[in-house]
């Protein structure tokens, strides 16, 4: 009895998941572009921690000088247009059955993605600057989800393909 699942299910799963997450920070990174201001706000407040507790202890980590608020945003805006078109590319090499090159551009792609999400926005948003405090301006739960979602994808993306004749199948 097999205990792995079968190459067809696995590749299809593997192709639509990564898509997902493609098409997800493909949209992410459109909305950043097309309506800069809405989440250059979400930024500049995160940095300037100007809605957290204001606790002298922490408020001299507050970045409020305008031109690197906005340096961050354009620079999280490049990264996830990266990770978007890695993933893109991870997708077209799932679809075209290049299953080694596919699993590993989509791996870079999803840990472009965490990274992003973990050590940029729950990290280094959420914790160095205090975003937790903030009523208005705290995006944890979003960041989390997508955290997540690339995880799982991630892991789906390096379950062993099904096995025949004794050897892996890529």
């Known amino acids: ?30 909305g950043n572009i097309t309506d800069f201001g809405t989440n250059q706000e979400f ?4 940095l300037a921690m100007d809605t957290t507790f204001k606790d002298d202890d922490l408020m001299w980590r507050a970045i409020t000088n305008e031109g690197v608020q906005d340096a961050a945003y354009v620079a999280i805006i490049a990264w996830e247009t990266a990770a978007a078109l890695v993933l893109v590319y991870g997708t077209w090499l799932w679809i075209r059955r290049d299953h080694a090159r596919a699993r590993r551009f ?33 995006g944890l739960d979003a960041a989390l989800r997508v955290f997540v979602f690339s995880g799982v994808v991630l892991l789906v993306n390096h379950l062993p393909m099904a096995h025949t004749g004794g050897r892996e199948t890529h």
């Not at 009895?1 to 493609?22: Q, Y």
């Open 106 to 138: 989509s791996t870079y792609g999803l840990l472009m993605t965490m990274l992003l999400f973990g050590a940029g926005f729950m990290a280094i948003g959420g914790e160095w600057f205090a975003m937790w405090q903030s009523e208005d301006w705290n």
């Open 43 to 46: 930024v500049r407040h995160v």
């Open 1 to 30: 009895m097999s205990t792995t699942t079968p190459r067809g299910a696995l590749t299809l799963t593997v192709t639509l998941l990564t898509a997902s997450v493609a098409l997800y920070m493909a949209l992410v990174a459109f």
